[in-house]
């Protein structure tokens, strides 16, 4: 810019005269003013051309955004049902091996009655199975009698149970007859190849019982005689 300093505007004046002199700086500031505005067009035009393409890759970013939300929840929904149905798939298989499981008890249990050769012969408590009940302190027994012998005759008598536990540190044994309703004839039996005898009864409230004792007494008549068959099983509710 050391140029414009060593003009002389007094000399310029002195050739062009006042007027052209005038024209000239006329001519110079409007062309400095023309040439800035077009400058600052195209500056302008820039900026704003710089910001559409902005506003348009801002746009594109934020629809890609959605999108890949929308996928991230498509696919966690994809996954919860992949879950569900794995869960209700183990759950199946688990349904289905327990009624395998008990359809192979069952067949067991039938083949005890029916086919008394497979098995060791003679009376047996086959089973007692204990159940809570939506009452405090109550429960509901079942117990299963069986008969093996090849040559069947009725199998008559009846059954008692003994709970066994503590209360403290003291041993207590409770007998069916005195935390229970029944009669003697609600546990009587009569059968040629089985039967189930069922029931409930109170515990005391501090009772912590431990084991339970099934007695099956056969009494004595003229095809039968006295036997008492004893299974002990620890307390369990199914």
Known sequence: MKWLAKIDLSVVIERLGTFKSALFLLTVIGLCLFT??????????FQVTQLEQ????LE????????????????????T????????TQN????????????KKQLVFYEKVMAPEKQSTGFLIESIKLQATSTANLYHFQVTLVEQRLKRRYSKGYIDLVFEGHI?????????????????????????????IS???????NFSPENVKVSAILTKSRWQKYAKKDKLVPWQLK
């Open 60 to 79: 594109q970013l934020y629809q890609q955004q959605e999108d890949n939300i929308a996928r991230i929840h498509t696919l966690e929904v994809e996954l």
């Open 54 to 57: 902005q506003k348009l890759r």
């Open 92 to 103: 199946l298989l688990k349904t289905a091996a327990q009624e395998q499981f008990e359809i």
């Open 199 to 205: 029931g409930e009864f109170i515990l005391p409230d």
């Open 168 to 196: 403290g540190d003291k041993s207590v044994t409770f007998k069916l007859s005195k935390v229970s309703q029944l009669n003697k004839k609600d546990l009587k039996f009569s059968f040629k190849y089985f039967q189930i």
């Open 36 to 45: 800035g505005y077009r400058l600052g067009n195209y500056y302008h035009h």
């Open 81 to 88: 049902v992949e879950q569900l149905a794995n869960k209700k």
